[in-house]
């Protein structure tokens, strides 16, 4: 199970059939593995990678540093509830050190989301303090690097 | 001058036979929609960790030679590396040589050890460099023919037919290149009592060492009881560690012997590259991760390419290490080379001839799953669509 997550994590284009014949198991067994997987929601999804920014496709991030005080008896996942149901937040992460909250916001402009931070989270009642990070350039994400040159130097034939 | 330049050269070497691949590698050169399963070195890059440790060392102005057997840190490093994976002792200051890839150590071998006439038993196929270094060296290469049906493994039988009293050196290259066969630790020990009563030395060529797959694992002939007095491990950064250009390997062996492939290497290279030493240090310390899973990667490849040929009808035995398989063409009715210059011209797929690893592996191929899974199934389709056109 391990080993199918791992090979799909690094690409999830992988068929059955190719699983099947690298981990030594049968497509029935791949395909049960899987169904079980987004049952138990291991699995959540598959999606690209994108580089953004060879297309055409207006829109900043920005990852928000949030201090928060936490709520007797919920601690901090109430308050985290009520940020991550706006479908303007991509990712939401609890965090050691000197704030507690990591907000990442797509938006398109750097207007709008400075916008959404003053107005939906900077007056939420259990928010200390924000500080809000534009993203200027991606150059690796999910182990990925954007403009990494594939070529294989290698001589054609060696011994 | 009233001489043809070509008299000048020296005979053994004007008759050494160039490599069996050129021509295909001229070829291959000439197209650029041609993929290749050709190559003999792994497709990772060295991992980043290491070659930041090799710019840090030019930064710090290692930029001298080391000692002729290498920067002795770096043998403590390989002592405590040979003892941690493979529970072999070696002692650092003398028993050890670092050399100028595994080639190089296996060049110095033969040289410090063969005199005129002795001869030097090769298993075949094997990697093409055994039999002109015993040439070169006076020597006279004897080979033994390992065969699919013995999964490509050296049998006691086999060994004892060709042992005689000019037998100086066995060479031992498992895993093996091109077929990927492996020796297992009771295969090594049929041919340790074959040795037992013998003078005869052995070389046991181990580079793929890391790459071993499945439940395998890789058993090093010194580790069979009482074969370490007789042997020269010879070993290398290249494959376990994507370091090929790096040109590290070492030897290890009785202290008599390292030493006289020692004065050798003095003389004729000084000492291995200092960059590629101090970043071998790192690699030894601090890849185990690194190298364990280039060798998943590999395992995945390696399935997927046994099972392809299969697919296609071709007889593929399974190796278990390096990273190639060496699926038998003989049902094509083609040779070797007819096989492999045909399948370049029409699917323009490259891929090795059997041959030029030794006669007895005419009528095989050695396709490396160096590639990424991508490419290998591409290859795949191509060499079906063209065994299935050839077809009878």
């Known amino acids: 199970m391990k080993e199918i997550l791992e090979l799909l994590s690094k690409n999830a284009d992988l068929t059955v059939q190719q699983l099947a014949v690298m981990l030594d198991m049968t497509e029935d067994e791949v395909n049960a593995c899987i169904e079980k997987m987004k ?37 901090f996942d109430k308050v985290a509830e009520r940020i991550y149901k706006y479908p303007q937040v991509k ?65 054609v034939i060696t011994l | 001058m009233n001489k043809d330049i070509n008299e000048f050269i020296s005979p053994v070497v004007r008759e050494l036979p160039p490599s069996g691949i050129r021509k295909f590698f001229d070829i291959v050169a000439t197209m650029d929609d041609a993929i290749s399963l050709g190559v003999g070195e792994p497709d990772f890059v060295t991992p980043w960790n290491v070659r ?34 493979y529970q072999l002792t070696y002692n650092p200051k003398g028993e050890m040589l670092v050399t100028v890839g595994g080639s190089e150590a296996i060049d110095l071998a033969i040289r410090a050890l063969v005199e005129p006439g002795d001869e030097v038993l090769i298993p075949e196929p094997s990697f093409v460099c055994y039999r002109p270094c015993t040439v070169l060296a006076g020597g006279v290469p004897v080979g033994i023919v390992t065969e699919a049906k013995d999964n490509f493994k050296l049998t006691a039988e086999k060994l004892k037919e060709k042992i005689t009293s000019k037998t100086k050196l066995l060479i031992l290259p498992y895993p093996n290149n091109p077929t990927g066969a492996i020796m297992e630790k009771e295969d090594l020990e049929e041919i340790a009592k074959v040795l037992k009563d013998t003078n005869v030395l052995v070389l046991s060529d181990e580079i793929y060492s890391e790459l071993v797959y499945d439940e395998k694992v890789h058993v090093p002939f010194p580790n ?28 290890c062996g009785p202290k008599e012997i390292i030493a006289a492939m020692v004065k050798i290497h003095q003389y004729a290279i000084m000492s291995a590259p200092t960059t590629s030493q101090y970043a071998a240090i790192e690699a030894l310390q601090n890849c185990d991760e690194n190298v364990k899973d280039m060798c998943k990667q590999y395992n995945y490849r390696r399935k997927v390419m046994v099972n392809g040929f299969r697919k296609m009808g071709l007889d593929c035995f399974e190796p278990f290490g390096a990273f190639y398989v060496f699926p038998c063409i003989k049902s094509t009715g083609m040779t070797s080379e007819e096989f492999c210059e045909k399948l370049l011209h029409e699917e323009k797929v490259a891929v090795v001839p059997g041959n030029a690893f030794g006669a007895s592996g005419e009528g095989y191929v050695r396709c490396s799953y160096a590639y990424s899974v991508k490419n290998i199934e591409e290859a795949l389709k191509r060499i079906e669509k063209f065994v299935k056109n050839h077809s009878k």
Not at chain 1, 107 to 136: C, D, N, Q, R, Y
């Open chain 2, 52 to 85: 930041e440790a090799g710019i840090y060392s030019l930064e710090s102005g290692r930029t001298y030679y080391t000692s002729n057997a290498g920067v002795l840190e770096l043998r403590e490093e390989l002592s405590r590396y040979l003892k941690r994976k």
């Open chain 1, 39 to 75: 049952k138990d929601k291991v699995l959540l999804g598959y999606k690209p990678l994108i580089n953004w920014d060879k297309t055409d496709r207006e829109f900043v991030t920005a990852m928000i540093e949030l201090r928060i005080t936490p709520q007797r008896g919920e601690g």
């Open chain 2, 224 to 251: 069979i009881a009482d074969m370490k007095e007789r042997t020269i491990l010879v070993n290398g950064f290249s494959k376990a560690f994507a370091m090929t250009g790096w040109r590290l390997g070492y030897a």
């Open chain 1, 91 to 155: 990712a939401l992460y609890l965090m050691s050190g000197s704030y507690d909250l990591s907000v990442t916001i797509e938006g398109h402009t750097m207007k709008e989301v400075a916008l959404f931070v003053a107005e939906k989270l900077a007056p939420m009642e259990s928010v200390i303090s924000t500080a809000t990070h534009f993203v200027l350039k991606k150059y690796k994400q999910e182990g990925v690097v954007f403009e990494e040159d594939e070529v294989d130097t290698r001589q």
